[in-house]
């Protein structure tokens, strides 16, 4: 399966910025895997026209309408996005999202022609407490609507996010499997499962060496293009 190196920008970015981007296709031209930057919506169009794939990093469940401060599918894909991400921890958290929106999102997301990059993980509290691999399951059954096809799923402990810590090798091993074995019965062996949180150049290559690691979904790295592109130098 053909790796994924997603950057999440988040709320970071100006027009400035780019430049990264056009450092990063100069040194990685043609790249063993896919490669995708989630823009802050600002900067969507400028950076769809360097080359680089990109995504939304949310949708409004709804088209269009009466929703302040939203954008839909429809609109991230007319501005050329071919990813979104969907139920990030941080929209989790500070948005009160729910699964159930997550799920209404990510038929919004198939509607418009989107690859949905849907995102679960457990609180610190849920590992020490042995609950993670239920706390998973109940997301990732809770977030996908039936009928879901085109679908990436990114495995983020909220506790691993911007931290610098990282869980283990074998935590990280054992819930893509579970992840794996979830998803089996609609979806095969099909879906690329992404580890997120804290990922860096340093330790990329042992978390891509994982069984059912298929990339990365990278936040605060994939900001500079040096370390962006060690990481995507990393996943072959
Ligand atoms: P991080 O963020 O790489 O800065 O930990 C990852 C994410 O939130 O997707």
Not at 26 to 40: K, R, T, Y
Not at 93 to 108: G, I, L, M, P, S
Not at 132 to 144: E, H, K, M, N, P
């Amino acid at each position: 399966m053909r790796g994924l190196a997603a950057g999440n920008w988040k709320m970071n970015g100006t027009g400035a910025d780019l430049a990264e981007v056009e450092a990063l296709l100069a040194a990685h031209p043609s790249p063993a895997c896919d490669v995708l930057i989630c823009p802050p919506a600002t900067l969507l169009s400028r950076m769809v026209a360097t080359g680089i794939a990109v995504g939304g990093q949310d949708c409004h469940a709804n088209p269009s309408g009466a929703h302040t401060g939203d954008i839909s599918a429809q609109m991230l894909a007319e501005a050329g996005a071919t990813y979104v991400i969907l139920g990030h921890s941080e929209r989790r958290a500070d948005h009160h999202e729910t699964d159930a929106q997550v799920a209404e999102k990510v038929k919004a997301a198939q509607e418009a022609g989107l690859t949905a990059i849907v995102c679960v993980g457990e609180m610190e509290a849920d590992r020490d407490a042995g609950r993670t691999l239920d706390v998973i399951g109940a997301q990732i059954d809770g977030s996908l609507p039936d009928g879901a096809t085109d679908i990436v799923v990114a495995y983020e402990p909220v506790w691993a996010i911007g931290t610098g810590r990282t869980p283990t090798l074998e935590q990280i091993a054992e819930v893509h499997a579970f992840l794996r074995d979830r998803l089996a019965p609609r979806f095969g062996d099909q879906v690329r499962l992404l580890y997120g949180g804290s990922v860096k150049p340093a330790n990329a290559a042992e978390i891509f060496a994982l069984p059912n690691v298929n990339g990365a979904l990278v936040g605060g790295a994939s900001l500079k293009a040096s370390d962006f592109g060690a990481i995507i130098a990393a996943l072959t």
